[in-house]
């Protein structure tokens, strides 16, 4: 990374002067790049959802004698015959891969720094990405092999850019950088649906095989980006000045720079028996399946219930992720300030944001399978769904800084890999629902498990969730490793917001 060494072996920052006051901190940089690594890991899984739906769409038209079977759209690419369950078969293979790397990605941030951990997770998606219509043209098996590679290079991702932003940010800067860098998966979802939507209905490239190259060459790019300016802290930066790194570290945690990890000191017992722990599993686990499953199916919803175009399609598929953007933003503000203000007890302020997120949403999404003759309201009730959505992150995420400051990275890390089970599970279950019959009224069972198991994990938190600092992290010695690296403060302290 463009090292440079002064005569006495001390690192000497490149483009910035040593003590001065920065114009562009460097730590902004890097916040942007973990926001650039969340928008395109999910991008690249979300054009999938619009990508298929042209994969399988096919209009006859006759030259010569033959009739020929060409993509909507496009006149050289072929199309392929997959059913209902095929269809969410590929979808949901994803998640195979992607199930069990959130928690390998934050041991391996601990062996191998998180830099490399996520320059090697982005790269293995974007090829994945370039190999999807080589792959699709040969067979189902290698589709599904490309989406299981896909879903372990994303499932590191997100553990190596939260390790990333708790060793570059200021206490009081954690809570913000988090919200950004989280965001990146709605954004993703926003650009990737539209995008993808245009180049499926275009020549460009034969239609669908287009959105695929153009995912895989932006990772890539990014990748590459990443690694000229990323590093795994401050303290190992070769663009950073003296006055920015004495600034984080004067606020951070001390000696980053250990190359020997010490995974033992992890009180694993203590964490596997935790009823706190344990309600935010669950209560991950229902929002996972109701955020994938629509995330994932909403664009097959609009087009085979409501009948809209795949353009349109796309073009919907962005106002949900658009709604759960803002709300996503405007809580975390939302519940900084009411935790600085003492309003009201840390564990009420999670639990409220708990309801909105699982509890409201529920509501909303069981009644919008009843009201399918007003397509601008359900419509409007979908949109919904995805803005109570945007509460669940500075409401129960938000809780593992709560009750395991020091191990909240490694909590998020098991979470995912739990709940991300739901990825293949929701799939699954609508494709066995509607494989043969399609229509509103299979949707509306849907929604009713959806809400289900949403409400379930809402409940669990409500009765076993906690607000204090658990025993077994307060009894956590700091360490000279990146395992512990990977805490973030609890946000029972002023300075932490």
Not at 40 to 48: A, E, L, P, Q, V
Not at 181 to 191: C, K, L, Q, W
Not at 290 to 301: A, K
Not at 403 to 412: C, D, E, M, W
Request: one cysteine or more; a neutral charge; charged letters at 10%.
């Amino acid at each position: 990374m463009f090292l440079k060494k002064t005569t006495d072996g001390e690192n000497e920052p490149i483009l910035q002067n040593d003590d001065s006051k920065p114009l562009l901190p460097v730590r902004y940089i890097i916040v942007f790049f973990c926001f650039m690594a969340n928008t395109f890991s999910y991008g690249m899984r979300i054009n999938w959802s619009i990508a298929i739906l042209a994969m399988v769409s096919k209009k006859k038209f006759h030259q010569s004698n033959s009739s020929t079977e060409v993509l909507l759209g496009g006149n050289e690419t072929l199309v392929f015959d997959w059913d209902m369950k095929t269809q969410q078969l590929i979808l949901g293979s994803f998640y195979y891969g992607y199930t069990l790397t959130p928690f390998l990605g934050g041991w391996l941030v601990g062996k191998v720094g998180s830099f490399r951990v996520l320059l090697t997770g982005l790269l293995l998606s974007s090829l994945m990405m370039l190999l999807t219509p080589i792959s699709a043209k040969i067979s189902v098996v290698l589709v599904i092999l490309t989406r299981v590679i896909d879903g372990i290079g994303q499932g590191v991702v997100f553990p190596s850019t939260y390790s990333i932003i708790s060793k570059w940010s200021k206490l009081n800067e954690r809570s913000t950088f988090i919200s950004i860098s989280t965001s990146g998966y709605n954004i993703g979802s926003i650009v990737s649906s539209y995008v993808s939507a245009w180049l499926c209905s275009s020549y460009f490239l034969g239609g669908w095989p287009s959105t695929f190259y153009g995912a895989g060459i932006c990772g890539i790019i990014l990748s590459f980006g990443w690694f000229i300016i990323g590093s795994n802290d401050a303290t190992s930066n070769r663009w950073i000045s003296n006055y920015e790194r004495k600034l984080i570290l004067s606020y951070g945690i001390e000696d980053t720079q250990s190359e020997n990890i010490d995974i033992y000191q992890v009180p694993w017992k203590s964490i596997l028996t935790s009823a706190p722990v344990w309600s935010l599993c669950v209560c991950n686990i229902g929002f996972d399946y109701g955020y994938y499953f629509l995330s994932t199916d909403v664009p097959i919803f609009f087009k085979t219930i409501l009948g809209f175009q795949i353009k349109t399609t796309g073009l919907l598929s962005v106002l949900p992720q658009s709604a759960m953007f803002i709300t996503m933003i405007f809580g975390g503000v939302l519940a900084d300030n009411l935790i600085l203000s003492g309003t009201l007890r840390i564990i009420t302020i999670r639990k409220l944001f708990g309801f909105l997120g699982l509890g409201f949403s529920s509501i909303i999404l069981v009644s919008l399978g009843y009201f399918i003759n007003d397509v601008t309201l359900v419509v409007t009730m979908m949109v919904g769904v995805f803005a109570m959505y945007g509460f669940f992150i500075p409401g129960i995420d938000a809780n593992t800084m709560d009750i395991a400051p020091n191990h909240s990275a490694l909590l998020i890390g098991i979470m995912f890999s739990i709940s991300s089970l739901t990825g293949f599970i929701a799939p699954a279950v609508l494709g066995a629902l509607t494989n043969r019959t399609n229509t509103i009224f299979q949707w509306r069972e849907v929604f009713w498990i959806v809400a289900g198991i949403q409400l379930f994990g809402l409940v669990a938190f409500l009765i076993f969730g906690s607000g204090e600092e658990q025993d077994w992290s307060k009894a956590h010695k700091k360490s000279n490793t990146d395992i512990a690296l990977l805490e973030i403060p609890s946000t029972n302290s002023k300075e932490a917001n």
